[in-house]
């Protein structure tokens, strides 16, 4: 028999394993793989270590490691390897629903010395392509989906940063640094892509909602002048993407439900003999809703849908192989009331229809071409198509044609990028790009009601651009690194091209800060469809006025500082120059009209010449506190002025010269574990936008009324300026993790205080005087996700 006191402690003992189990937290996969951050091949016989837990491992001849029941949560993950920095990641979130797969690159060690060590605090965010050393960040997945009002669209997210902004809260174009949108530049796995997004016009960067689904996005980069080598065709920014492979081990997947539409994706294994995956994602939506919500989205039909994916299959000696694209279409039907009473603007009367397909089909194959060498190569279709179609109502409720336009575009790429490592302090990146273009331009529009319909563009023809860089890295001593370059960009079309140089240096002062210049000139197409334009000669006879125009041109200057107050704080200041030249306006010295002040619209079919110029200059300071804790921050400021010059010679503001943005964005979690084990987390997000309204030109009252259009006045442009821009929002979510299962419940207040921000002043036929148009109001959005 027991004595009393062993039974006693073995009842105790009892007792606390009951309650520990009750109270056992929910565990989590974690597994990835440790690559070379230049070449990216895989690393065997790193130590993989996670501290708080005092597991490690180490990776496999494919650079593979893997760790069991980690507790669900926020870790952190300790990576060494002969040679190579040691790295921290910390803040790596782990759920209940979906293993935790990382792609962990570590940067060579090119010194002696032995504390050489990389921290995912003080290089968090830094680029994820080497080459780019100043106005360059990297942005996580987490980022797009926890900011107030992302919305998991990178645009939308993007506007949080140093001195960038919406011209129009509609939709998710952006300007940087008082460049028109029009400049930005979209890459997907290292090939340019059309633009992504939903309701979006022929000649525009942006639209009304991200094609992209975050559920295949990985950590990519975003860049916001003088872009390295390996960047061309773009002169205000770069999206460079890069897409997430599919577990290939488990089959996981996500639904969501919400204001939005439905969203569902699915990834897994392709076999269980096959180290291949795939992930895909599809999305049905409908915006009529929020339509009927009176809160600035137009009445009618609005809906849109779109597919993404990404399939893996790697082989044993072939190299590596992924086959990825999306597709999505868009449609929009507004149709008047047959009650003239009920016209309250001009825009009453009008019937639109609009179809908006795109898509992109393509294949990459990467492959080591020794232990020094790597070489990618991606072949990418994408198609684009643009449908509008507008009837004005007449007063007896006939309708006249107002607007037409179907705008086509093909295009098939060929890219190649060679990275060669010459030495632990030398590389050389070359490649080059091709495209062939068919495309298919019609357009035929009234000036006014009152006008003739006029066809001002019916174009189909086959063109091609080629693309071709070099650069070379050099890191002569630790704290020093140089990149030089040069980037070639052609037209067929008309044989215009541009031979740029790029260079830029970091110099780490200590520890905790660095310095860095870059100077890159720049080089961007015409939108295919300003080359069309159609005019009448003293003959009568149609032509293309534009057909010679020349590439838009800039030079980039930008001294940047960054200073790492602690582990989790730090301080970037950027001063930047840009002048640009080469720039179309218009070829009458009375109209001002400049291709620097196109914000999201048709093609251009007024005749232009390259005699424009312009200037953007400006200092951007950003404070950012880092996720720890589970609270991050961050606060940035931009002055700037952006300045242009048309034909007559006289410089003025353009419609982006805001002189001024503060951005703030902010978020704590609170976490707790219940008494059964259920990790939950409620996270408050807050986003506060402050800027300088955008520039406007007054209206010529009397022409308007005679000619029943808006008519500006010319030497007036851009003299007037809107009301300051003020905007909060505001998100709430609720995360829940069961047993194999997370449950994430949010709410994005857009627009809290419903401030009425003005966009624009037209002059209404249906009034007969100017009015002003203002930016949406609070828009709710509402979502409910389940991740197993």
Known sequence: MQAPTEKILLLLCSFFAIVSSLQAQWTQHIRGTVTDRILQKPLAGATVTIPTLHRSTVTDSNGNFSFRDVPVGRQTITITHVGFKEMTQDNIE??????????????????????????GN???????????????????????RKYAAGLNDPLRMATSFAGVMAPFDGNNDIVIRGNSPTGLLWRMEGVEIPNPNHFSSAASSGGGISILSAQLLANSDFLTGAFSADYGNALSGVFDLHLRKGNNEKKEYTLQAGVLGLDASAEGPLSKTHKGSFLVNYRYSTLALLGKMN??????????QDLSYNISLPTSRAGNFTFFGFGGLSTQTTDPKRDSTKWEFQDDRYKIKFNNPTGIAGMTHSIFLGSHTSLRSVLAAS?????????????????????????????????????HRFSNTSLLRTGAILNLLHYEFYQQARQSPIAPLEEQINSIGNTKTIQAFAEWQARPADRFQ?????????????????????????????????????????SQIQQLGIYYAQDTNAYGRYYHPNSGLGLTRAHHFVLSHNYRLSKDLNLKTELYYQYLFNVPVNANDTNTF??????????????????????????????????????????????????????????????????????????????????????????????????????????????????????????????????????????????????????????????LTGNKNVYSQSYDIQKGKVITNYQVGLIPVLNYKLEF
């Open 594 to 751: 400049s291709t620097l002040n196109i914000e999201s619209s048709d093609y251009v079919s007024d005749p232009l010449v390259n005699k424009g110029k312009g200037r953007n200059y400006g200092i951007e300071i950003s404070l950012e506190k880092y996720l720890s804790r589970n609270l991050y921050y961050m606060l940035n400021t931009s002055i700037y002025q952006s300045k242009y010059t048309a034909l007559d010679g006289v410089e003025r503001n353009t419609r982006f010269n805001g002189n001024y943005l503060i951005n703030g964005v902010a978020g704590r979690d609170f976490v707790w574990t219940t008494a059964k084990g259920r990790a939950k987390t409620f996270g408050v997000n807050l986003k506060l936008v402050y800027a300088g309204g955008y520039r406007t030109t007054p209206i010529d009252v009397e022409s308007s009324r005679i000619q029943q259009k808006t008519v500006i006045d010319q030497k007036e442009a851009y003299t007037q300026q809107n009301t300051a821009y003020f905007r909060t929002d505001l998100r709430f979510s609720l995360k829940r993790d069961y047993h194999h299962l997370t449950t994430t419940l949010s709410l994005d207040l857009q627009n």
């Open 383 to 419: 198609y684009t198509g643009n449908r509008i179609k507008g009837d004005y109502m007449e007063d007896d409720y006939s309708f006249i044609p107002y607007y037409n336009s179907d705008d086509k575009t093909r295009k098939y790429t060929l890219s190649s990028t060679l990275d």
């Open 122 to 144: 003080s290089h968090r965010h830094r680029p994820l392509n080497d080459m780019s050393v100043v106005s360059a960040r990297s942005f996580t997945v987490e980022e797009t």
């Open 482 to 522: 140089t990149n030089i370059g040069l980037h070639y960009l052609e037209l067929f079309y008309n044989h215009s091209r541009a031979l740029e140089p790029r260079a830029s240096i970091k110099y780490e002062l200590d520890n905790r800060s660095s310095l860095s210049f870059g100077y890159g000139l720049h």
């Open 94 to 119: 782990v759920l209940a629903g979906k293993e935790t797969i990382l792609n962990l690159p570590l940067e060579i060690n090119n010194t002696t010395e032995k504390a050489a060590v990389v921290t």
């Open 295 to 304: 809160i600035g989205i137009p009445d009618g039909s609005i809906d849109f």
